[in-house]
């Protein structure tokens, strides 16, 4: 039989695109980098774990179950979602992990010869899932660190679909205030869909943070990401979820597939939402790490940024790939930032205290 013929078969936005590379299980990056143990300080993830009560369902998850296929549209996480937030089960669509919920809009609105715009340093899946759908992702750059509203707004034209703001910003944990995220709003007047990825929001503490959610009575082309990795320790059954006024998540549904989120993380993030104490435990544990690490740059003469989020960037006088593999030499495993187009900085995600003196402690081998 001949072998198929690639180059003909796969459309040329998808061969250019370079696939993206996760890294090994924790024993065998162990063994590659000689440590005993590791400290994985690279995706953001809670250092509690999953809230007490989502632990409770996975603990208890019945095993004759997983022969079951799941809720197809997450009926009863849907209706508890509508529930908390004050809206209807049809403003919400459950993904798998907030990769899919972005994959669910690019493809709902956008066609061949249509962009997206978003930001040059960013969460960097709306540029992905745009370019190997064949759209075009028009990056705007940041203005201190923070998304350009002016910028963005100029950049619209006839074929701008869908404006992405991640809010606040993985990396740099810069934030809009609702005067800004307004702003936007008006000026695009119903012309595109603007959706605010509010990944980080249950860590912000700052009193002029928008909650997305309120918004979106007001305003009919605004959908709102929301996750269950982060805050809420679900990293690993990959569940998140957008809202938005019903008929743009109607229109949104028709590219939705059906049971792709498994019958066990739906239970648990059910579980989740009813947990405020863990929201406040891991509000405690990443300001005190916060604190306590910020201060501890500034001893070693390390630029840094701390906005809001379970995040710490900051800039080494060395290359970002050699400190990941020196730094893991030790056990700490940051994010290199290269790929996000800040060379020669490294972003930390904030544990506990004592991970995190440890990780100081390797820090200040590093450089000095």
């Known amino acids: 039989m001949n072998q198929p013929s690639l180059e003909r078969l796969q459309p040329q936005y998808v061969r250019h695109f370079e696939p993206y590379t996760p890294s090994k299980p924790d024993a065998e990056l162990k063994r590659l980098y000689g440590c005993e143990h590791l400290h994985r ?18 603990r208890d998850f019945a095993p004759p179950r997983a022969a079951l296929y799941p809720s197809g549209d997450a009926y009863d996480l849907r209706r508890k979602l509508a529930a908390r937030f004050g809206k209807q089960p049809d403003q919400f669509l459950v993904g798998n992990g907030a990769n899919e919920v972005i994959a669910f809009v690019i493809k709902a609105f956008c066609e061949p010869g249509d962009n997206i715009l978003t930001a040059d340093r960013t ?22 660190l923070a998304f350009d509203a002016e910028a963005m707004a100029a950049a619209i034209d006839a074929r701008t679909k869908v404006v992405c703001v991640c809010n606040p910003n993985n990396p740099t944990g810069t934030y809009w205030r609702s005067d800004r995220l307004r702003w936007l709003l008006e000026r695009i007047d119903g012309r595109c869909i ?25 305003y009919p082309n605004l959908v709102v990401f929301r996750t269950f990795s982060k805050m809420y320790g679900l990293a690993g059954l990959r569940i998140g979820y957008l809202a938005g006024q019903p008929e743009v998540v109607h ?106 003196e440890g990780f100081v402690g390797a820090l200040r081998t590093l450089v000095r």
């Open 194 to 218: 603007l959706v605010v990825d509010e990944a980080y929001c249950e860590f912000v503490e700052a009193d002029d943070f928008p909650d997305g959610m309120r918004l979106i009575d007001q």
């Open 251 to 356: 229109a949104i549904r028709r590219t939705c597939i059906v049971y792709s989120v498994n019958t066990l993380a739906q239970a648990a993030a059910e579980a989740a939402l009813d947990d405020d104490d863990h929201l406040e435990r891991t509000r405690a544990l990443v300001r005190e790490s916060r604190v306590f690490l910020t201060a501890e740059l500034r001893a070693l003469g390390l630029p840094f940024v701390a906005g809001e989020g379970n995040f710490v960037m900051l800039r080494l006088p060395m290359g970002d790939t050699l400190a990941y593999r020196r730094l893991m030499q030790q056990g700490f495993m940051i994010r290199a930032m290269t790929g996000f187009r800040f060379p020669d900085w490294i972003r930390v995600s904030l544990a506990g205290l004592e991970v995190m």
């Open 41 to 58: 300080l690279n995706n953001n993830e809670n250092p509690l774990g999953p809230p007490l009560l989502a632990q409770a369902v996975i």
């Open 123 to 144: 969460f960097a899946v709306y540029e992905w899932v745009a370019t190997f759908s064949g759209i075009e992702p028009r990056l705007i750059p940041l203005r201190d």
